[in-house]
């Protein structure tokens, strides 16, 4: 082993213990990495930055980005909320739930999947009378596997390709996962629909500050505009609109209430209607209603485009300055710059009309106005945040457009009429001029620690080659797998990339054991699309530990789980995607 050699493999070897040891960041890892690479001379300054300008990061930039746009999409949400009217029964809810955000993970980023289907998920658990943590551990699990399914799918998946066309000049096409990442994805989803049982269902997610406080139904306004769609129509039809998640508590006519309100009362153009519901409910009953919110014109005024606008939830403290007063005097947009939207108050159906409501300690405010202003405004009113929502009040959502771009951007690359960082980076310019998500949206989107750490660890990685490091490792593998079948082969490079997964992020294992399995492909006489494959899907497939994904991190808190409470869904899981993994890969890339 040369002095090189052994530097590259101590610089891999101390990288990976400060990833175990989780202090610092993954990105700031990946920069020290490359830093001692340079200092000892087995990365060239020449090939420092190299890696910023890959194909891989531009493809998985342009991947989140598109993902984000799709995943703002009203379409998915609208069957969602359809579907959970409509399923009763356990296992009928967890294969819809679990077989969709499957689907949904082969298009978008998978955690972008599990996100949208997570609120799905929590209501039917609610309606079952079942523990969340029965849903979204097998959710998370399912997005996992989905992930496999396409190129886009997860980040390992563009780093395997890029790999594959690096040593042969081939890199895989969008669908040349699908053989094997849709029979894992049927055998993992049969699996799970079976194996929730093994779940503790006595988990409970713990309380956050807004249920302590016990968030009830908002109470707010909404004016009836020239020309809305609500005009016309009965308070029924407006109702239904918002899925029957709203009431309509009042009615302002002429400068008049209405005592009674009825389900065949036709709304008309000026009228004020006193509605009643969880912020999700009252945003589609504007949107869908062409209804004006009270004080709704902030934007406008203000001149600011809709992505600087924010709505934020806040609990009003007993020192407070608006306890006392009421809605109406406090003038809030006219002193502070924002606008208080809607009111709720714990145990208590608020009656009168917002402006003339007393604000009391407890009281939970939705406000509205410009995102950098939001958190001071707050602090300085003796208001407590409890949570941003993620709210377009009265926006029209475009709903097909960013499916459109996306089917024709997979379908470019799928026939080879466009190379995919080509067709990506382009959906994701066209989502940006299309107005399915604004520029704004587009930057908080990507994920810069992730891109940070690609192009940092592209040219360490290959450091590992240049050196002849994955030589050693690849013959020092060979030399344990004599003797072993092909298929003994791939599982060993599956498993270790498995293994590796939870203490790496799964992006930095790939750029590290997928040149070793090429190499070690290579020492055995095989070709090296299985063995990438099976790094591919080791990487892909943490089904053990809360940490080593982000989706089983994203479920941890509101499913109530525990550290072990993992590996009692995931290491059969695991096993099994090993036992089915390898003769899938063997039988679609012979070696």
């Not at 949400?77 to 959970?84: G, S």
């Not at 969340?132 to 399914?149: T, V």
């Not at 779940?199 to 908002?218: F, H, M, N, Q, W």
């Not at 949570?387 to 690359?413: D, F, H, Q, Y």
């Amino acid at each position: 082993m040369t002095i090189q050699q052994m530097l590259a493999f101590a610089i891999v070897g101390v990288m990976m213990v400060l990833f175990i040891w989780g202090r610092l960041r993954y990105d700031v890892v990946a920069m020290l990495a490359l830093l001692a690479s340079l200092l000892a001379g087995t990365v060239s300054p020449d090939d420092a930055f190299t890696g910023f300008s890959d194909d891989i990061v531009i493809i998985v930039g342009s991947a989140l980005v598109v993902s984000a746009a799709v995943s703002r999409s009203g379409l998915i949400e609208a069957v969602l909320r359809w579907l959970v009217r409509k399923l009763t029964t356990m296992g009928v809810q967890l294969l819809v739930l679990v077989g969709t955000v499957t689907l949904l993970s082969s298009l978008v980023k998978n955690i972008g999947a599990l996100a949208m289907m997570m609120p799905a998920a929590l209501k039917m658990a609610k309606k079952s009378g079942q523990s969340p943590s029965l849903y979204l551990m097998p959710m998370s699990f399912g997005s996992l596997l989905g992930g496999l399914i396409t190129l886009v799918g997860t980040s390992p998946n563009i780093i395997v390709s890029g790999v594959r066309q690096e040593m042969t000049g081939q890199p895989f096409r969008m669908f040349d996962f699908a053989p094997v990442g849709l029979g894992l994805s049927a055998v993992g989803v049969t699996f799970l629909m079976f194996a929730w049982r093994l779940l503790p269902s006595d988990r409970r997610a713990t309380a956050s500050l807004g249920e302590a406080v016990k968030i009830s139904d908002y109470n707010t306004e909404a004016a009836v505009p020239e020309k809305s769609p609500a005009a016309g129509r009965t308070i029924g039809a407006l109702i239904g609109m918002a899925d029957g998640e709203i009431t309509v508590t009042g009615l302002i006519r002429g400068g008049e209430r209405r005592k009674v309100v009825l389900f065949d009362t036709v709304i008309e153009e000026g009228d004020i209607l006193l509605l009643r519901g969880e912020p999700d409910g009252l945003e589609r009953a504007v949107a869908q209603g062409g209804l004006a919110m009270t004080r709704h014109d902030t934007a406008s005024r203000l001149e600011l485009p809709a992505s600087k606008i924010g709505v934020i939830e806040a609990v009003t403290t007993v020192t407070s300055s608006l306890v006392g007063k009421s809605v109406g005097s406090i003038r809030l947009f006219d002193e502070q710059g924002i606008s208080l939207l809607a009111v709720s108050r714990s145990g208590h159906r608020m009656t009168e009309r917002l402006s003339k409501t007393r604000l009391q300690a407890g009281d939970v405010l939705l406000l509205q106005g410009p995102v950098e202003l939001l958190p001071e405004r707050i602090r300085s009113l003796g208001l407590l945040p409890l949570a941003e929502r993620s709210l377009r009040i009265g926006s029209v959502r475009k709903e097909l457009m960013p499916i459109l771009i996306l089917g024709t951007a997979m379908g470019l690359t799928a026939t080879g009429i466009l190379p995919v960082a080509i067709a990506f980076f382009g959906a994701a310019v066209l989502m940006i001029l299309s107005g399915a998500i604004s520029p704004e949206g587009a930057y908080d989107a990507v994920e810069w620690p992730l891109l940070i750490m690609l192009g940092a660890l592209i040219p360490v990685s290959s450091a590992l080659q240049t050196t002849g490091g994955t030589d050693l490792i690849g013959a020092w593998l060979s030399d344990v797998a004599t003797g072993l079948p092909v298929w003994g082969a791939v599982a060993l490079i599956m498993v270790a990339a498995m293994a590796v997964t939870p203490f790496l992020n799964n992006a930095a294992t790939v750029l590290v054991m997928a040149p070793i399995a090429v190499t070690f492909a290579g020492t055995l006489g095989y070709a090296p699309e299985a063995f990438l494959m099976a790094v591919a899907v080791g990487a892909g497939c943490d089904f053990l530990t809360p940490i080593g994904h982000q989706c089983n991190t994203l479920v941890m808190g509101p499913g109530g789980y525990r550290f072990s409470d993992y590996p009692r869904l995931g290491l059969p899981l695991s096993v099994l995607v090993v036992l089915t993994g390898v003769p899938l890969i063997l039988t679609v890339w012979p070696v």
